[in-house]
């Protein structure tokens, strides 16, 4: 079965620190997806990120990174200089190959609360 | 386009009655998930339909939901009778199989059962 597991339920950083948001997931499959969403405090849920399971790149986009591990069956998020507007809960995703598994599955979520 | 549109953005009812949310998935999508959020259970997978065909339905919690597609520009899902368990923000998501598999979701329900 598969499972994503956000171990951290909330975190509180100051504002200008980095901050990591941990992703652990659990499949069979050789091919899948993971995905990270922001759910800001208006509510709606907005897609980051996706990665494939065969490319372990890691990615930056501006002040976000993304670090997928294999190894570990972790998809981790950091935010750097962190900034009040990135206050939100952040969901870890995870999506079985296409054609068989087209479910989306989510973790609990990370509350991050960037304090100024 | 105008993205996942959700109607009503918030409902509120007495228990008992029907409730009936509405989603209009972005043109072009093949797969459509309707999930419910709470604070205990977070983000839940109701149902899911591909090419309007319901998939898997696992995730309805009791009869009294039950969820339709009648065309691929239109998907509805009904509470009867709804119960205050039941108050919670529901979500509409949709992707494109040949565009990527991230889901786009809509602003959401928030539904209030009293």
């Known amino acids: 079965a598969q499972k994503v597991t956000q171990a951290q339920t909330e975190i509180s950083v100051v504002e200008k620190e980095d901050v990591t948001l941990d992703c652990v997931y659990e499949?069979?499959?050789?091919?899948?997806?993971l995905f990270w969403y922001k759910q800001p405090p208006s509510g709606e849920l907005v897609f980051l990120i996706r990665?494939?399971?065969?490319?372990?790149q890691n990615e930056i986009s501006g002040r976000y990174s993304w670090n997928f591990q294999k190894s570990t069956s972790s998809f981790n998020f950091t935010i750097t200089a962190s900034q009040v507007v990135d206050s939100a809960v952040y969901f870890c995703?995870?999506?079985?190959?296409?054609?068989?598994?087209?479910?989306?599955?989510f973790g609990k979520g990370t509350r991050l609360h960037i304090l100024p | 386009d105008a993205g996942v549109i959700q109607s009503p953005r918030h409902e509120v009812t007495e228990m008992g009655q029907e409730v009936t949310l509405r989603c209009k998935p972005i043109?072009?999508?093949?797969?459509l998930f309707w999930y419910r959020q709470t604070m205990m259970r977070g983000l839940e997978l109701l149902i899911y339909?591909?090419?309007?065909?319901?998939?898997?339905d696992s995730g309805m919690p009791e009869d009294r939901f039950s969820a339709k597609m009648p065309n691929a520009s239109f998907s509805t899902l009904k509470i009867q009778p709804s119960e205050p368990r039941d108050s919670a923000v529901y979500f509409c998501?949709?992707?494109?199989?040949?565009?990527?598999?991230?889901?786009?979701f809509g602003q959401g329900t928030r539904l209030t059962v009293v």
């Open positions: 995703a995870l999506k079985g190959p296409m054609n068989r598994d087209d479910k989306i599955i």
């Open positions: 499949t069979r499959d050789t091919t899948y997806y």
């Open positions: 990665r494939n399971s065969f490319d372990e």
């Open positions: 043109s072009g999508h093949d797969y």
């Open positions: 339909f591909n090419n309007n065909v319901p998939i898997d």
């Open positions: 998501a949709c992707y494109a199989t040949l565009m990527g598999t991230e889901a786009f």
